[in-house]
């Protein structure tokens, strides 16, 4: 059970960085309203604002944090990360302007950069064929946060729009407290990498990263995945009281269904599926897969149809932890940390831009007299996005690396 509590220990770290998010989702518009007056509308802007900053320092910092983690450690950079975590919430629930508020999401999503070297410590202890079920692991982790954390957040609200954070605050410290004791150092002097400027930044760890021999291909696969897999996030409670009348209790079920599903398969079905097809044949099958149900889900004419595929559309998850667990072999063990810091930074840009991509998108197909009226039209326009993964992955599969099931 201890050689245990460390994996434990940066699974419980995910998730409580997704809780965190999740906790003070529910509550945001009312603390904004709180601290800078206004209306609903008003505090709609500021939030949208908040949630850039904290999408475009996380895409700043996270190969800064990866490549700290690959010079001095990943134990280093997770605890001191996880304290200033805390101490972020902290200056958040008693933040008294705007401006405390943005700079509190600001310090967030440098914060939130941990998920890189987190990701680098799975790949540090896992055995090459292991990388992409842990990674799946992870990502079910988060996942599970995720559902977790907006569900606590709307029932802590009864107290307050502050007590979302005070919770979050103690969950952070509760879990540096756990880290000290349980997470040994796996960075050993065999594997570390000088600290370079030049490449601990997304640019600079991009130029590094991609010369790797076959691994630029995932690079832009990842990217069109994330920026297409976003669409659910960013358009789901709008597509679906459009086109089928749905409440907001039935938008927060079927996400709920959504999110422990993907749970589910990322952290269980992978661990029977990648032995047997590989990662390269699951990726496919999860590009193949997402590709269908975008197509269902923007066709389908009945709500209930859509609400019962929900869950099995989450399968189309697989092809993520196949495709960072492909990159990480592809890797160094020194370039762990920069990988997943530049895989981060990547992710955090599809972030940024899926939510106006697809909204756009949205409101082109949906608003008053539309010709044609399609919701819809933001999946149509994902599975095209997977069709472009697909046909790169097929075309580069000669530059991928085989595993010992593909061989």
Not at 51 to 64: E, G, I, R, Y
Not at 397 to 405: E, G, K, Y
Request: aromatic share 10%; hydrophobic share 55%.
């Amino acid at each position: 059970m201890s050689a245990r509590l460390p994996f434990i220990f940066i699974l419980l770290t995910l998730m409580i960085d997704a809780m965190g998010v999740g906790l003070i989702m529910p509550v945001m518009p009312d603390l904004i309203r709180d601290v800078q007056g206004g209306d609903l509308a008003s505090a709609a802007i500021w939030g949208g604002i908040l949630a850039t900053a904290f999408a475009v320092m996380q895409f700043l910092f996270s190969p800064t944090l990866g490549s700290l983690s690959d010079r001095f450690g990943r134990r280093p950079v997770l605890l001191i990360s996880l304290v200033v975590m805390c101490l972020d919430y902290v200056v958040m629930a008693v933040a008294g302007t705007i401006w405390l508020l943005l700079l509190g999401r600001l310090v967030g999503g440098v914060t939130a950069a941990t998920q890189a070297t987190a990701a680098a410590f799975i790949a540090d202890i896992s055995a090459p064929e292991k990388k992409a079920q842990n990674f799946g692991l992870m990502s079910a982790a988060f996942g599970m946060g995720f559902v977790l954390g907006p569900l606590i957040g709307g029932l802590l609200a009864s107290f307050g729009p502050r007590a979302p954070f005070v919770a979050a605050a103690v969950l952070a410290g509760l879990n540096v407290v756990l880290g000290y004791f349980v997470l040994p150092e796996t960075v050993t002097d065999r594997i570390r990498r000088p600290f370079e400027w030049r490449r601990a930044n997304p640019f600079g760890a991009f130029k590094a990263i991609s010369q790797l021999e076959g691994v630029r291909p995932l690079l832009l696969i990842f990217f069109l995945y994330q920026l297409a897999f976003f669409v659910y996030p960013a358009v789901w409670a709008y597509f679906t009281q459009a086109k089928f009348g749905w409440s907001p209790q039935m938008i927060g079920l079927s996400l709920a269904s959504f999110g422990i599903s993907m749970a589910l398969i990322q952290g269980g079905l992978i661990r029977v599926i990648l032995p047997r097809l590989g990662e390269y044949r699951t990726l496919l099958f999860g590009l193949v897969f997402n590709a269908f149900a975008f197509l269902l889900i923007a066709t389908l004419p009945s709500g209930t149809a859509v609400l019962v595929l929900t869950p099995l559309t989450a399968l189309g998850a697989l092809a993520g932890p196949a495709l960072q667990g492909m990159m990480s072999r592809m890797a160094q063990d020194n370039q762990q940390g920069e990988l997943q810091g530049l895989l981060g930074s990547i992710a955090s840009i599809a972030v940024i831009l899926s939510p106006l991509v697809m909204t756009q998108t949205f409101s082109l197909f949906s608003r008053e007299g539309a010709s044609p009226f399609f919701p819809g039209a933001p999946f149509l326009l994902s599975m095209v996005l997977m069709g472009v993964c697909l046909a790169v992955a097929l075309r580069h599969r000669p530059a991928l690396p085989r595993d010992a099931t593909e061989t």
